[in-house]
């Protein structure tokens, strides 16, 4: 039989705080919630009086309820109140010695039977636990922002913790309706382990101007499905408390320089921008503890990127009949423009119009299209097997085969057969659109368009600049994909884009934390599912891209960086090697029924 944790006590209200005791008391646990001052507790008072509030206007909570809720909880100011609780669970800021000295107060003040937990994020629960004298009872209980909301707990055990105490707040976890998953101590543990990283990488790439705060969030949320973009995530998580998530990771996970913190985040906690909590960080709120983001000199002008005209684009050249060539014909011709598909060969011409076909009927039949559009889609495109037929489109789009030299060749014998003043693009996803470009005399005119597969689904496209594309080239491809009803996301030349060299390296850490033994695939799928939002764990979204190609994105980005952090899980190589490419030959991390 597991312990009855009766009261429990929270200390430190703030962004983690408040919702951890909302958690409790919402599952009938009756809270002592602890601050340092009087006008600290007030401000956890008012967000947790908030976040109830917002739930009962959702139809989520009933007023009796909301009583309810308020009538367990008991408000206080320092440790002092925690005399009679059977748990404390502390969210103080993430600093090792004021956790000490709280731990050690603790120690005095809590009943001898009481487990102490800390929700650290990122400091070693060991030495946080030494401050006591009952280092045995002392586990991490890492919960996920919003609190009431996330169901992961990452429940921390040191070489100490006792089994029963980990057992015990495991029984717990379910009884608050949450998931746990139950980890050694390790820096970030699984699920920050994996996510600064790339939270930090993404801050990077604000830093360079490499895309606009915008662009990179709509890129991971339109690319990648996640709940939220990485700079609007930094806003809620606090700046103050991730440069100190980030700091310690780079400490003690072995000086790890994407774990470095970005130089903005320290500049901006200066500045006081922490985020949401302060009304300003990456984005300006409505005010201090606001979700309601409101415009600023940052944000674009809607009315702008209507007035960047650009050129007329009426007839499209695609080039190409692979997955990706099929789909960008059927979203070209859907959207109303006049399409010429080149391709090598009549036999390859006539598959690839049976494949666009199928593809609009089958939309046709899930009702999705009607019959007449599809009629008109397919009649607007002329199906050819030479260059030739490119001479007066518009706009060029390549999507043949993922390699420089075939390109390059291409790219050279446009440049002698299409019009001046005609858009260039290429699909590609890893190749230097740069090198494409040069391959022509008009640099200028030549942008990358990357599109994600399936590209008539996809809402996203990334709209490549390189160093030598005019600003009028980039406002086109903007507006194109304007017309094609896509969002465009503008960025730089460089290895990966914006969604692949954020999603990649951040794939490849999950594979490294399971090669070190440290956690398994379904956990890290769980954690990252269950305390981010995200729509697939790294290990199922493996399996789905393929092991071949995630390895090709990962080993190109490698190259182009050079940061170790980056080198290929030398586990992924192997299973590459070995055939388990995925889903696509039934055996990838998984193996899957055929
Ligand atoms: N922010 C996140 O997304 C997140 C997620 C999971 C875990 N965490 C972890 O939770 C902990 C708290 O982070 P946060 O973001 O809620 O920080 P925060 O700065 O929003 O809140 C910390 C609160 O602790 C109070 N406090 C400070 N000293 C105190 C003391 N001596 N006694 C009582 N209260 C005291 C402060 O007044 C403040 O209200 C950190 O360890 C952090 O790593 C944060």
């Known amino acids: 039989m597991a312990r009855e944790f009766n009261t429990v006590g929270v200390v430190g209200l703030g962004t983690m705080g408040a919702g951890i005791v909302e958690v409790f008391a919402r599952n009938g646990v009756d809270v002592v919630a602890v601050e340092i001052n009087e006008s600290a507790l007030e401000r956890g ?4 009086i908030g976040s109830i509030d917002r739930a009962v206007a959702r139809g989520k909570l009933t007023e009796e309820e909301r009583h309810a809720l308020l009538s367990r909880v008991t408000f206080a100011v320092g440790l002092s109140a925690l005399g009679g609780v ?15 000295a709280i731990f050690t107060e603790l120690d005095r003040t809590c009943p001898p039977h009481a487990v102490l937990a800390t929700n650290t994020s990122s400091l070693s629960v060991t030495e946080i636990s030494v401050a006591t004298h009952r280092p045995n009872q002392v586990v991490g209980m890492h919960f996920f922002n919003p609190a009431p909301i996330m169901k992961l707990v990452e429940v921390v055990r040191t070489v100490v913790t006792a089994d029963e105490v980990v057992d015990d707040i495991e029984a717990l976890c379910t009884r ?4 746990d998953v139950t980890i050694n101590d390790r820096a970030g543990f699984i699920a920050n382990a994996l996510l600064f990283g790339y939270l930090n990488h993404a801050v990077g790439m604000y830093e360079a101007r490499f895309a606009s705060r915008e662009d990179i969030d709509a890129a991971m949320k339109l690319g990648c499905g996640l709940p939220m973009g990485p700079l609007a995530l930094m806003d809620l998580i606090g700046l103050d408390t991730a440069y100190e998530i980030l700091d310690t990771m780079y400490r003690r996970g072995g000086r790890d320089r994407r774990h470095a913190p970005s130089p903005l985040i320290k500049q901006m906690v200066t500045a006081g921008l922490l985020g949401r909590k302060s009304g300003q960080g990456f984005y300006t709120y409505e005010g201090p503890g606001s979700p309601v983001v409101v415009a600023d000199p940052l944000t674009p002008d809607p009315a702008g990127t209507a007035v960047e005209a650009g050129r007329a684009i009426a007839k499209v050249g695609v080039v190409g009949s692979g997955t990706m060539a099929t789909g960008i014909i059927e979203v070209f011709a859907k959207a109303g423009y006049d399409v010429v598909s080149v391709t090598r060969g009549r036999e390859r011409s006539a598959t690839l119009r049976s494949a666009v076909e199928a593809s609009l009927t089958k939309a046709v039949v899930r009702g999705k299209l009607p019959e007449e559009d599809r009629d008109s889609a397919l009649a607007r495109v002329t199906w050819s097997s030479t260059v030739d037929h490119l001479a007066d489109v518009d706009l060029v789009v390549e999507a043949t085969v993922e390699e420089l030299s075939v390109k390059k060749a291409l790219f050279a014998s446009l440049d002698e057969i299409c019009k001046p003043g005609v858009l260039f693009a290429t699909t590609t996803s890893s190749l230097p659109v740069i090198e494409c470009a040069m391959a022509t005399s008009r640099p200028e005119d030549v942008v990358g368009l990357h599109f994600f597969n399936p590209a008539p689904v996809m809402p996203l496209v990334e709209v490549v600049r390189t160093i030598r594309t005019a600003p009028e080239a980039v406002a086109t491809a903007r507006a194109v994909c304007a017309r094609l009803d896509k969002h465009a996301v503008v960025c730089a030349d460089r290895a990966g884009f914006v969604v692949n060299a954020l999603l990649f390296p951040y794939l490849n850490d999950a594979v490294k934390m399971v090669e070190a033994s440290y956690s398994t695939a379904d956990d890290i799928d769980y954690a990252m599912k269950l305390g981010c939002g995200y ?26 960086l050079r940061d170790p952090g980056f080198a290929p899980a030398p586990l992924l190589e192997h299973l590459v090697t070995a055939g388990y490419l995925g889903r696509k030959v039934g055996r990838g991390f998984r193996a899957y029924g055929r």
């Open 45 to 48: 008072q008012t967000t947790l």
């Open 86 to 100: 059977d748990l404390v669970v502390e969210a103080v800021p993430e600093h090792l010695d004021l956790k000490q």
């Open 176 to 179: 608050l309706g949450k998931v």
């Open 535 to 560: 729509p697939m764990g790294p290990f199922e979204l493996l399996d789905v891209v393929g092991l071949d190609v995630s390895l090709a994105i990962i080993r190109e980005l490698y190259l182009e």
